[in-house]
């Protein structure tokens, strides 16, 4: 079990590229995170020296740790967030892990009598396509959802954009920008009350930061 203390900030922190540039702005803000933790293969890191411990989570569950409280705060895309809906408090635009929502689709792209929709966000592309007025079948995929408008499993898909390189290689042209995407600061809303103190000048430091970086 990890966290007996209930004095440490416990951060749930995606693994993958969201860690990479959430550790680099941790560190310009002035929290000592050992460069020999963004290889590591641990779980937990604990970082007594500044009252935190980090739970190393798959970006999709970052919410859910947090709404359950065994997190206190989370660093979360907000296309995670539209996707999973969770009873979080959401503090602060990190402004790092630019990219955006996005339908895409094969260039000679026409529409279709029963039009179908692969995706990860299942619940982002059924919003929008209501919203749109448009009947579509979402089929969810779990990743290379490229694949499925090249090989007739869908016509259209939803995904992220980030460079387009994945789309540029994969001969995919981007139909339509749904919303941006950057990460987010998330609290569990009884850490939020509970913890207040360090809560808070976490997120000073952090703005503080990110004001210096423009
Ligand atoms: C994401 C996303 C796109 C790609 C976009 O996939 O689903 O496929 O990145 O990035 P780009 O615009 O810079 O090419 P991810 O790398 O997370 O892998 P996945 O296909 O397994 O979901």
Redesign the pocket.
Known sequence: MSGANKDILKVAMPK??IYKQASKLFREAGLPIPSDFDDTRKLIIELPEVGMEFIMAKPVDVPTYVEYGVADIGIVGKDVLMEENKDVYELLDLGIAK?RMSVIGMPDWKPAINPRVAT?YPNVASAYFREQGQQVEVIKL?????LAPMIGLADRIV???????????NGLVEMESIFGITSRLIANRVSYRMKNDAIQSLCDRLQGTLAARV
Request: glycine letters at 16%; charged letters at 35%.
């Open positions: 993958g590229r990219c990860k779990n990743g290379s959802i490229e995904d992220m954009v980030e460079t387009g390189q994945t789309l540029r290689e």
